[in-house]
């Protein structure tokens, strides 16, 4: 059977060989460099678009279902879905072989199919299964297989490659955004939905080609290929890997650390996102009178995560890690107390402070999520995929659990209409009937704060045993 499964592995491996002295180099190479671009028009294309959700719950809760309050868990499950399927994904693509590119193609086309069945949809339930499951769905189907492409070509440059990508995932993310507001207002949701399948199923049409895994040399499964070698070479050289790759990670603190950081993070980060138009337009709005201020908060916490997430990145390159992971945690949690709770005066009654509020939050936050990339390579080359999609289900687990959260959190309040300016005046942050539930964002990013240190003493002790057994 041992037999029988190693020459099954090589049959599909074998169509992808070559020789070794011909293979495209890593991380430096045009053809790396060729996959990444391609990585970013495809997958940034897809994951871009449940970034946007904000635009369309307050369409939804102001104009097609009008005091309809619970509409955040479809964007959630979009989300959510991304991580939650991620440890499969990663199964069926690294222990099955199953080919990745195979998973892209058909993410690419449920994506498609996602948006036109939104076009025709009247209800919140048909909108969970087409906005929320289908899209979610693609997704999936897309996140692991790319960026497991992608791992194929980077290793020294891993965190460079992953902040470019989450970086132009928020480009497009911004786009979908004001695209989104700006055909709502002239049309309506059908519009809206057909016009963005047109440009989903056009533009990856055109890099889709070229989004494949670096080809590999024709030995049998079990043995070390002259790249594979190379691959081993460049992470030992990294001191993040200090640590004995041989040990399963599930032995080491520093995985749980990481895992309940994922969770505690990811119980907070997308909250601004969902409920900051709504808090704008049922609280701020109502002292100044503005116009596109839903779609310009979104864009700022949407562009803000491109410069957070590339700079983090390419920082976890270049030093700990788990450092950067403290600072992406604990300045959210400093920001969300003092500008959007307002616990200093009156400092979260404007409209700017919600902006600048939005930004900081934004940047250090998503810069989270570049950073897995670099630190699931301390657990060695073989089971880094592993932990980056366990890391993967947790914050997926915490997402999808967010929403019923956050929407518990919210005063009966949330919902009025008829607040007079002189009331609003006084519910502002804590005191409005957002106020737990931005709390609970801060006390939450306090807690990944907390653990991510812990895994950095964790990660420091696993270091020191190693270069004493040596």
């Known amino acids: 059977m041992e037999l029988f499964r190693k020459l099954r592995n090589l049959r599909n491996t074998s169509g992808n060989a070559v020789s070794a002295d011909s293979l495209p180099a890593r991380d430096f190479s045009w053809e790396a460099h060729k996959v990444l671009i391609s990585c970013v028009l495809v997958q940034g294309v897809l994951e871009g678009l449940p970034l946007c959700f904000g635009i369309f719950q307050n369409h939804y809760q102001h104009y097609l279902f009008p005091g309809y309050q619970n509409s955040s868990w479809i964007g959630d499950t979009a989300i959510g879905l991304m991580w939650l399927g991620a440890p499969l994904m990663s199964y069926l693509v690294e222990e099955r072989h199953m080919k990745p590119e195979r998973f892209i193609f058909a993410a690419w086309g449920l994506c498609v199919v996602s948006l036109i069945g939104t ?4 209800t919140i339930p048909t909108l969970a ?12 189907l897309m996140e692991m297989p790319g960026l497991i492409i992608l791992n194929s070509w980077f290793v020294e440059r891993r965190g460079f490659a992953y902040g470019i990508l989450f970086a132009f995932n928020d480009v497009f993310g911004t786009f979908w955004a004001y695209l989104g507001r700006y055909v709502l207002q002239v049309y309506d949701l059908k519009i809206t939905m057909l016009v963005f399948a047109a440009i989903a199923a056009t533009l990856p049409a055109f ?6 895994s670096r080809p590999v040399t024709s030995t049998l499964p079990g043995s070390t290929t002259g790249d594979e070698q190379d691959a081993v070479v460049s992470l030992g050289q990294q001191s993040q890997s200090a640590a004995n ?7 080491r603190p520093l995985f749980w650390f990481l895992i309940l950081t994922s969770c505690a993070q990811s119980f907070a980060f997308y909250v601004p996102s969902i409920y900051l138009p709504t808090y704008n337009m049922q609280v701020i709005a109502r002292i100044t009178d503005c116009t596109l201020e839903n779609t310009n908060l979104l864009a700022v916490f949407n562009l803000a995560q491109i410069p957070g997430e590339f700079v983090f990145g390419w920082l976890s390159d270049r030093m700990n890690s788990h450092t950067l992971a403290v600072a992406s945690c604990l300045m959210p949690c400093i920001v969300t107390i003092l500008l959007w709770l307002g616990v200093v005066g009156d400092i979260s009654a404007t409209f700017g402070s919600l902006l600048v509020f939005a930004a900081v939050f934004g940047a250090f936050g998503a810069g989270f999520g570049s950073l897995w990339g670099r630190m699931s390579m301390g657990f060695g080359l073989k089971q880094s995929q592993m932990v980056f999609a366990l890391m993967s289900l947790a914050r997926g687990l915490s ?3 967010s929403a019923p959260v956050s929407s518990a959190l919210i005063g009966g309040e949330g919902g009025a209409h008829n607040t007079s300016i002189e009331t609003a005046l006084i519910q502002l942050g804590l005191q409005s009937p957002y106020g737990a539930l931005i709390l609970f964002v801060g006390c939450c990013m306090g807690v990944a704060a907390l653990a991510a240190a812990a895994g950095w003493v964790a990660n420091r002790m696993d270091e020191k045993k190693e270069i004493g057994r040596q």
């Open 245 to 251: 790759p041989n040990r399963k990670f599930y032995m």
């Open 399 to 401: 997402t999808v659990a």
């Open 129 to 140: 299964v087409t906005q929320g499951a289908l899209l979610g769905l693609s997704v999936l």
């Open 119 to 122: 076009a025709f949809c009247r």
């Open 207 to 212: 890099f889709i080609w070229t989004f494949k």
